[in-house]
């Protein structure tokens, strides 16, 4: 199984609305992340857990909350988004140390 | 981080070989030279990646110049399917995160292929 699922596929949030996004994969990956991709840009690192620590912090406003529950699951808790926030959330995963990292088909996420 | 620069967009014909280049011209010796592509509404996809030798797999080869300040992607008999936006990224695995850093995407290439 080489695959790294994400749920929903799509989102439409209100800006006071609470949701999240939900990612699993059941590789043994140690490592996983969230990007943010904009439409017609490249996808841009949010997150990095490794271990379900969180290691990195690409420096994303708090509306946005990370969540590693256990090392098959990453969440990303929204609250208070704004229409700017609208893209496609994506995840990965990969093992620590390994350059190969799979991705999910992503989240499409529509704040209005 | 070192940056990577790579054309814009390219354009083949099925069924001929393809090279994609990236110029990494402030590499270090430690940056593996990664390549990546996103088809449409999908999210990206590893293809290959190498230190300082060239390298194949089942997807493409990657060759690696001596000086190590630039790569080519080469698919050999470009399909359709092939169509998407590639992206030469350099990574440090021995760098910040402790060998989980993510992946510093630019604006890749976007490659079209002509039926």
């Known amino acids: 199984d080489t695959e790294v699922t994400q749920t929903p596929k799509h989102l439409v949030m209100g800006m006071t609305n609470k949701k999240s996004l939900k990612c699993e994969q059941h590789?043994?990956?140690?490592?996983m992340y969230w990007y943010k991709q904009k439409a017609k840009k490249p996808p841009e690192l949010m997150f990095v857990y490794s271990y379900e620590k969180l290691s990195i912090n690409e420096s994303v406003p708090s509306r946005f909350s990370p969540e590693c529950p256990n090392s098959s699951l990453l969440n990303l808790h929204l609250h208070a988004l704004q229409p700017e926030d609208s893209a496609l959330y994506l995840c990965a995963s990969s093992q620590i140390f390994r350059t190969e990292a799979f991705f999910g088909q992503g989240t499409r996420l529509t704040v209005v | 981080d070192a940056k990577t620069t790579q054309p814009n967009s390219m354009e083949s014909n099925e069924e001929e070989p393809v090279h994609l280049p990236c110029n990494h011209s402030?590499?270090?010796?430690?940056?593996?030279i990664h390549w990546y592509r996103q088809l449409p509404s999908q999210g990206p996809e590893y293809v290959i990646h190498?230190?300082?030798s060239n390298v194949n797999n089942r997807m493409a080869s990657l060759a690696i110049a001596e000086d190590r300040k630039s790569s080519t992607l080469i698919l050999h008999r470009a399909t359709l399917r092939d169509a998407a936006v590639y992206y030469c990224i350099l990574r440090d695995l021995q760098g910040r995160g402790g060998g989980a850093d993510g992946l510093t995407f630019g604006k890749g290439t976007h490659l079209i292929i002509q039926p």
């Open positions: 590789m043994g990956h140690r490592a």
């Open positions: 190498g230190l300082t």
């Open positions: 402030t590499i270090s010796g430690t940056d593996y």
